[in-house]
Nanobody, 127 residues
Framework: QLQLVESGGGLVQPGGSLRLSCAASGFSLDYYAIGWFRQAPGKEREGVSCISKSGGVTNYADSVKGRFTVSRDIAKNTVYLQMTSLKPEDTADYYC????????????????????WGQGTQVTVSS
């Protein structure tokens, strides 16, 4: 059964760090790109980052470039989002999603490309 489970969210002060995890089951990360998205209360969902099925291509939203890093551990079938220098504007529910199109060799953090979503994990950046 295909499943994505996010974890690692929590409360952190501005300037702090968190690492989010997206544990995949029912499929191998070798075949599909994974995207990270977030949605703050009252705002539309936005793309944050993604990693291609090869792991060789990553992309980031301008708002997080230089602060967030996406990576994966094939042995654990898990994708990570390392977040540093966190800002209050980063407060949101964070979701990972899978692009089930095996022909996609790159990735874009664009909602319509993704087919299946996890339940999310909350990140709150506040003093």
């Amino acid at each position: 059964q295909l499943q994505l489970v996010e974890s690692g969210g929590g409360l952190v002060q501005p300037g702090g760090s968190l690492r989010l995890s997206c544990a995949a089951s029912g499929f191998s990360l070798d075949y599909y790109a994974i995207g990270w998205f977030r949605q703050a209360p009252g705002k539309e969902r936005e793309g944050v980052s993604c990693i291609s099925k090869s792991g060789g291509v990553t992309n980031y939203a301008d708002s997080v470039k230089g602060r967030f890093t996406v990576s994966r551990d094939i042995a654990k079938n898990t994708v990570y989002l390392q977040m540093t220098s966190l800002k209050p504007e980063d407060t949101a529910d964070y979701y990972c999603a899978v692009d089930l199109d095996e022909t996609d060799l790159i990735c874009v953090p664009y909602d319509p490309e993704y087919d299946y979503w996890g339940q999310g994990t909350q990140v709150t950046v506040s003093s």
